[in-house]
Structure formats: structure tokens, C-alpha cells
């Protein structure tokens, strides 16, 4: 019992032979995952196919049926939802899970950093889908995790503050040296962001595509084309492109 | 509407297409700002001329049907004294110094009660809210509580406290616990455990959860079971100073009642709508300070 309790690794993810069942149905069946330090992985696939629930799962938020996960102790999570405390500022909202005398200090530096410098006394139902999307971000940021889940974090908001978020998202990983995992049913999220993405189908993970390619590269390239075809064929999309 | 218009219309056309090209077929609708015409100081006066008393324009209305009733000689006095008849027996009553007595102790066991009756309320529901264990030791009992009216535990509060204020107090503190109690343990069980949970993963301590997201997220029931309590607290101090008592409002109501003073016994009611009415605008303030953060006060 203490081998399994037993921490392997320094940083990262890892997921090993992972089990989730929901009475009958199997959700995640023995699945695989490892996420290195500072890598942006996106996991893609189909609504209803169990990405929410393996991301429960890092999060600590469930346990699972069988096999073994580990994480960092310091993790985060941004939900699809803001998830923010209507009755609290903006300010207070980012400060929720710091101690310290500077708690406020930093939660002012972690909204700046999401572009919302001046909003901190702003009440959340205030805020534009965008903004309250970038307060959960900045919540999130502010306590420095080593690990941050990302459930379908865009979704919700219309297509041109998404492609806005993609940049900051980016601009955020320059600054925290945080290890990324984003759920997501947008092909075109997972080309724009990731290192690596996996497909999702029955319960396990399929074989990486690693994504290295410029920002402009991402936007538009054969390169570009290539990975969406390959990932289109592994959602089981192929006939329809 | 418009299905039976087009149902007709290609025999419209068939008999004068004409016709029918100079009469306008679509219904449009044209918006413009609304709030030109409000800036004008003419029209703010206008909008405040036509409902100047706001929600307080049907009694106003009321009254003043009564009072031109009342002075035909359509009411008679024993059964609806005129308004300016109470009020001068309300003035009447509080120079002989009878009224400020009888409210001052009344005013004295509706606080008292309400006082006891808050803080059981309070307490066993927050336990009940936050801990199983305060569940099953409080909610069955509640729920018993609140489907025994109160008028009926009276005669038997009677036989156990007395007719002294004992029981007066203690059947307000009965109105207005129970309601609180259902109020509070739902608003916190109410919360979103969707916020809880995100709250649980920014490593929030269960200090932090509790007065950052269960008792704010619970106020919004609280004043909900605030108004009840307020409200049944008036309703339990009724009912106790009826029954037995020699001084109160209620004394004056029965002993009005007795000698078939009636416009006493409306002073008695005028005086217990105020209370209601006081108590009601209490709530509205805690609802403005404490419900900021909802957007439909941030219009006020």
C-alpha cells in the first residue's frame, strides 16, 4: 500500500490504468495519461465522452474506481462556468483561497495580468461573459499552481473573445511556469494552444499528436491542415471533411 | 391572428391584387430611445403626478371612499367608524395616556419574543444547515412545529405557563422560530454546490467556505425567513394579548370589543398594520444593504 501511496515523480501528471464507472457504464476504462512539467496538453473529444470526468478526477474533485493518479498538491481549476461568488467583489473573489497579509496585493497583480486592472470592486454580474471567464482564470493563477485543469474554460463565450482568451492564454504561460491540461471539444482550440493533444474515445486516450509549430504556423499552414485531418479522423469526423 | 390573415389573403389577391399592394400586409414595429422624453424636467414632474403614492395609492383610495361613506351616514359608526373618527380617538387615547402604555408593553413582548425566537431559529438553523447531526435532531421537530397552528398550542401554552407574560413571550418566540429555522436550514442547503466545490479547490479552508460561501449565499433565505418570522411574531402577539391580558394592545382591542366601542377596536388594528408595515420596511433595508451584489438593486 505504501508503494502506491508513494509519490514517483518531481512534477507533472500522472495517470495510470485508470478506472471511473458510473454504475453500469464504464467512463474511463484502465486509461493512460502523463503530462510533463510546463507542458500544455489538450485532451479533446466529443460531449459525453468521460473528458470531464477524468478531469474531476485530477482534480481531486472524485476518486477513482481503480488504478492510480498522481498530481501536484498545488493545482487549479477553471471550470466551464465562471463559478464566481455573486455576493463578493472581484477582488474578493480572486482572494478566496489566499492567506496572507498580501493576498490583496497579489490578486490585484493576477487581474492585471488577466487585463482587468481597475475592476476589482466590479460585482460579478457586472462583468461580460469574457471578463468573468478571465476573473476564474486569474483565480485560479494567483496561488502560483504547478498544475492547472482547464474544463472546456471558452466555451461558453462567443468566437471572438475565444480567440482573445487563446492569446492570453498563451501570454500566461510565459508567466507561469504551470503545468496545463485543457478539456475541450474545439479542434481548432486544441491546434491554437497546445504542445500535445490526445483524442479521447471509449473511455481511453489515443495516440499523441505533439504540436510543434509557430504561432502563425497554428493559424494557418499545411502542417496545420494535416493535424486537423488526422485529428478529425481520430473523433471519427474524417468522411465529413 | 396572422394565420387567419394569410389563410384569406390569396383570394384577396385573386379578386383586387390591386388593392391589396396599397394596404400595408406586414405589421412593423419602430423603437426609439426611451428615456428622451424622460429627461425633461416637465416629464419627471409628470411621471411623479401620476402615481405620487406609488403602491400606497389603493389604501389612500380606500380611505377616502370610507370616509365619504362614513360621513353620508352610509357606515354607521358601530360598524366602521370614519377614518378622521379613529384618528381622533387614536389622539384621544395616547393624551389620556392609555395608548402609549399599552403599546410600549406591547412593543416590550413582541421584542422579547422575537429576541428568544430569532436566536433558537438562528442557531439550531445553521446546525441543521451545515451538520447532518443538526439535521435529524432539528428538522423532523420543525416540521412538526410548523404544521401545528398557532393559535391552537395557545390554551395549552396557557395550562403550562401561566396567563402571565411567560406565555405571551413564548408564542411569539414560537411564531417566529419555526419559520426562521425552515427558512435558514433551506437557504443553506439552497446554496450552489457548484460554488462550494470551486471554492473547496482554490484551497479554501472550510472556515473560509462557510463565511464566504454558505452564509452569503444564505442570506437571501435568511430575509425570507425574517419577513415570516416578523409577520407570525405580530400574528403571535395578537393572538396572546386576546386571550388574557390587562394592558397591551390586544386588552384594548377586547375591552374596546366588549362595550362595543368600535373605533377603538380599529385603533387596536390600524396600530398592529403599522407594526406590520414598519417590520416589512426593516426587511427592505436589510434587502438593499445586505442583496447589493443582485442586479435588480442596483437600478435603486
Known amino acids: ?112 495580468e488577466v487585463n482587468l486592472a481597475g475592476r476589482e470592486k466590479a460585482w460579478p454580474k457586472q462583468l461580460s461573459g469574457g471578463e468573468a471567464q478571465r476573473v476564474a482564470l486569474a483565480r485560479a493563477l494567483v496561488s502560483e499552481p504547478e498544475l492547472v485543469l482547464l474544463d472546456e474554460p471558452f466555451a461558453a463565450l462567443d468566437a471572438i473573445t475565444r480567440l482573445r482568451m487563446h492569446d492570453l492564454v498563451r501570454e500566461l504561460r510565459r508567466k507561469h511556469h504551470a503545468s496545463m491540461l485543457l478539456v475541450t471539444h474545439d479542434v481548432d482550440e486544441a491546434i491554437a494552444l497546445a504542445d500535445r493533444i490526445v483524442v479521447m474515445s471509449n473511455g481511453r486516450i489515443g495516440e499523441p499528436h505533439r504540436v510543434q509549430l509557430s504561432a502563425a504556423d497554428r493559424e494557418a499552414s499545411v502542417a496545420r491542415e494535416e493535424l486537423r485531418a488526422a485529428l478529425l479522423a481520430d473523433l471519427g469526423l474524417a468522411s465529413q471533411h | 391572428m396572422s394565420d387567419v390573415s394569410l389563410a384569406t389573403k390569396p383570394a384577396a389577391f385573386d379578386l383586387a391584387p390591386t388593392a391589396s399592394a396599397t394596404t400595408p400586409s406586414r405589421v412593423r414595429e419602430v423603437f426609439l430611445p426611451g428615456d428622451a422624453r424622460r429627461q425633461t424636467t416637465f416629464g419627471t414632474l409628470r411621471r411623479r403626478l401620476r402615481w405620487p403614492l406609488g403602491i400606497y395609492t389603493t389604501p389612500v383610495v380606500i380611505l377616502i371612499v370610507w370616509e365619504v361613506l362614513a360621513q353620508a351616514g352610509v357606515l354607521k359608526p358601530t360598524y366602521a367608524p370614519a377614518p378622521t373618527d379613529i384618528a381622533g380617538t387614536t389622539v384621544e387615547l395616547w393624551n389620556d395616556g392609555v395608548l402609549g402604555a399599552d403599546l410600549l408593553i406591547s412593543l416590550q413582548r413582541a421584542g422579547i419574543g422575537l429576541a428568544i425566537g430569532l436566536s433558537i431559529g438562528i442557531v439550531t438553523g445553521v446546525l441543521g444547515g451545515f451538520l447532518r447531526v443538526g439535521e435529524y435532531v432539528f428538522n423532523g421537530l420543525a416540521q412538526i412545529l410548523n404544521t401545528i397552528p398557532l393559535l391552537a398550542v395557545l390554551p395549552l401554552f396557557v395550562v403550562w405557563f401561566g396567563i402571565d407574560e411567560l406565555t405571551k413571550v413564548l408564542l411569539i418566540a414560537f411564531g417566529a422560530g419555526v419559520p426562521m429555522y425552515l427558512n435558514l436550514f433551506a437557504a443553506i442547503r439552497g446554496v450552489d454546490q457548484r460554488l462550494i466545490e470551486m471554492a473547496r479547490t482554490t484551497g479554501a479552508g472550510s472556515w473560509r467556505v462557510v463565511t464566504r460561501v454558505l452564509l452569503p449565499g444564505a442570506i437571501p433565505g435568511f430575509l425570507v425567513g425574517l419577513r415570516f418570522s416578523l409577520a407570525y411574531s405580530i400574528l403571535g402577539l395578537v393572538a396572546a394579548e386576546t386571550v388574557n391580558a390587562d394592558e397591551g394592545l390586544g386588552f384594548l382591542i377586547t375591552q374596546a370589543q366588549t362595550y362595543l366601542q368600535t373605533n377603538k377596536v380599529f385603533v387596536g388594528l390600524v396600530i398592529y398594520s403599522i407594526l406590520g408595515l414598519l417590520a416589512d420596511q426593516f426587511v427592505r433595508t436589510l434587502e438593499r444593504v445586505l442583496l447589493r451584489w443582485r442586479p435588480s438593486y442596483e437600478a435603486t
Open chain 1, 1 to 112: 500500500m505504501t508503494a502506491a501511496t508513494e509519490p514517483r515523480l518531481e512534477t507533472g501528471v500522472l495517470v495510470e490504468q485508470v478506472v471511473r464507472r458510473f454504475g453500469d457504464r464504464v467512463v474511463l476504462d484502465r486509461l493512460d495519461l502523463t503530462i510533463e512539467n510546463e507542458e500544455l496538453v489538450v485532451l479533446l473529444g466529443p460531449s459525453g465522452c468521460g473528458k470531464s470526468t477524468l478531469l474531476r478526477l485530477l482534480a481531486g474533485l472524485d476518486r477513482p474506481d481503480g488504478g492510480r493518479i498522481e498530481v501536484p498538491a498545488k493545482r487549479a481549476i477553471v471550470f466551464q462556468g465562471d463559478r464566481l461568488l455573486p455576493w463578493q467583489r472581484v477582488l474578493r473573489n480572486v482572494t478566496l483561497g489566499l492567506r496572507g497579509a498580501d493576498a490583496d496585493e497579489r490578486a490585484r497583480k493576477a487581474l492585471s
